[in-house]
């Protein structure tokens, strides 16, 4: 079955420092999305990105990220200036379609502690 | 405010039982209302899909209602094994938006 891949599964950076995870959404698809979950606690929505542009955000979603399709196969969650609190496993997600009404699959996750 | 509301203890039950768990939301008028598993550091896994005109869905043993005159949707697991420990996730997705949004998830045991 095709799958939403993810990298680093896991990075640990200096607060302040930039960092950038990497997302290789399922080929077909046209909707990509990221979502965060810190320890324990719920699964967020961040970003929904259609048609090269961002179709919705969250308030969680600051001028701190961004976000980037740089060629055909890949969706990048940049982080500018990292802040403690934004250790979380990060999720990169994709849907063939719109959200509503269809699956959206998700990536195994990016793993970030700043430290 | 908008909630999404999902019992925080976990459900302990034996392997054959019948697991029940219940989503309750607050303040949404969701279109679908999706079903998802979550295994401990993975990414969830898509379940069950339902609208807000369908009142019941199946899929193998896995069973979803939903019923938005109560703002309630139930997730039954038939014949439940071990291997269905996990945590569920229901997430919906509010009318004219384009993001899910989860609850904090059961936490389901089946014990052998």
């Known amino acids: 079955e095709p799958e939403v891949t993810q990298t680093p599964s896991h990075q640990v950076t200096q607060m302040g420092q930039e960092v950038i995870l990497r997302c290789v959404p399922i080929?077909?698809?046209?909707?990509f999305y990221w979502y965060r979950q810190i320890l324990g606690q719920k699964v967020e929505f961040l970003v929904s990105?259609?048609?090269?542009?961002?179709?919705?955000k969250s308030e969680i979603f600051d001028d701190q990220f961004s976000v980037e399709r740089p060629d055909g196969s890949n969706f990048t969650l940049k982080i500018r200036s990292t802040k403690l609190e934004d250790s979380a496993m990060y999720f990169c997600?994709?849907?063939?379609?719109?959200?509503?009404?269809?699956?959206?699959?998700f990536g195994e996750g990016s793993w970030l502690t700043v430290v | 405010s908008q909630k999404i509301e999902q019992n925080s203890e976990a459900l302990n039950i034996q392997e054959g039982k019948t697991a029940t768990l219940t989503c309750n939301y607050t303040?949404?008028?969701?279109?679908?209302l999706q079903w998802y598993r979550q295994d401990p550091g993975r990414g969830p896994v898509f379940l069950l899909l339902?609208?807000?005109?369908?009142k019941e869905k199946r899929k193998e043993r896995l069973k979803v209602t939903f019923d938005t005159t109560l703002k309630q949707s139930l997730f039954h697991i038939t014949a439940s094994q071990p291997a269905d420990s996990a945590t569920y996730l229901c997430?919906?997705?509010?009318?004219?938006?384009?993001?899910?949004?989860f609850g904090s998830g059961t936490r389901l045991q089946v014990q052998p």
């Open positions: 997600a994709s849907s063939e379609r719109t959200i509503s009404g269809n699956t959206i699959y």
């Open positions: 080929s077909n698809h046209l909707y």
């Open positions: 990105f259609y048609n090269n542009e961002i179709s919705e």
């Open positions: 303040n949404y008028s969701p279109a679908y």
């Open positions: 339902i609208r807000e005109n369908e």
């Open positions: 997430a919906l997705i509010d009318t004219g938006r384009r993001a899910l949004t």
